[in-house]
């Protein structure tokens, strides 16, 4: 059966670190791969996808990147975080473009920037 | 641009009551309508799915919901609560294009015992 892991599960850093956020899915091949961040009372936000390895869409500007080394493997990153980086970011897989298929999501990082 | 808009953010219920959770989308073509739900400490899953078809549309724990095109609406609704409904319940569109979701605000469920 397929699983998405994220990691780590909680992270604190200051304001202008680094970051990097990673998201790895098991038990398929050639996923669909999407970023979230959920801020609250905002839902969850779209922030990248990707399709295959290295290609990758962004949905929002922001400070935020995203790289997909691997084809089960997808990375969020910042040169500098801001406060208003802090968030649940979530990762989810799905397999095809079809808008028929669902999304199967990851635990999450809780992210807070200080 | 698709978007997706839940009227309540949070609804508060005594078990046994009825639920009616709102959804309205905006986008002029056809849509895939989800209902996801995020139990406290769990991963958000799929509750249910519309893609075409009966617009009533049955999902997990006797959820329900019912697309009507003309109101862009896809209300989610259940007959009597239960305190393990208690969770946090996104409404999403999915317009195409790389399978990408469109979510709404979210409406946090409290189900008191």
């Known amino acids: 059966s397929q699983t998405i892991h994220q990691w780590p599960a909680t992270l604190v850093q200051p304001v202008g670190s680094p970051l990097s956020l990673e998201c790895t899915v098991e038990g398929t091949s050639n996923p669909n791969l999407y970023w979230y961040r959920q801020a609250a009372g905002r839902g969850l936000q779209l922030l990248f996808y990707s399709v295959g390895i290295g290609q990758i869409s962004s949905e929002v500007p922001q400070n935020l990147s995203a790289s997909r080394p691997q084809d089960r493997q997808f990375i969020l990153s910042s040169k500098k975080l801001l406060l208003s980086d802090s968030g649940f970011y979530l990762c989810a897989w799905t397999t095809g473009t079809s808008s028929y298929n669902e999304q199967f999501f990851g635990p999450g990082t809780r992210l807070t920037v200080l | 641009a698709q978007s997706v808009s839940q009227h309540n953010h949070h609804v508060i219920l005594s078990e046994a009551a009825s639920l009616e959770l709102g959804c309205n989308y905006s986008y002029g073509g056809t849509v895939n309508l989800f209902w996801y739900v995020q139990y406290p400490g769990q991963h958000l899953q799929l509750l249910l799915k519309?893609?075409?078809?009966?617009?009533l549309v049955k999902g997990i724990k006797g959820f329900e919901a019912e697309f009507i095109k003309s109101k862009f609406s896809f209300n989610l609704r259940k007959p009597s609560v239960q305190w393990s409904d208690t969770a946090e319940y996104f409404c999403a569109v999915n317009a195409g294009q790389g399978g990408k979701l469109i979510f709404g605000q979210g409406t946090e469920l409290s189900v008191k015992p």
């Open positions: 519309y893609f075409s078809g009966d617009p």
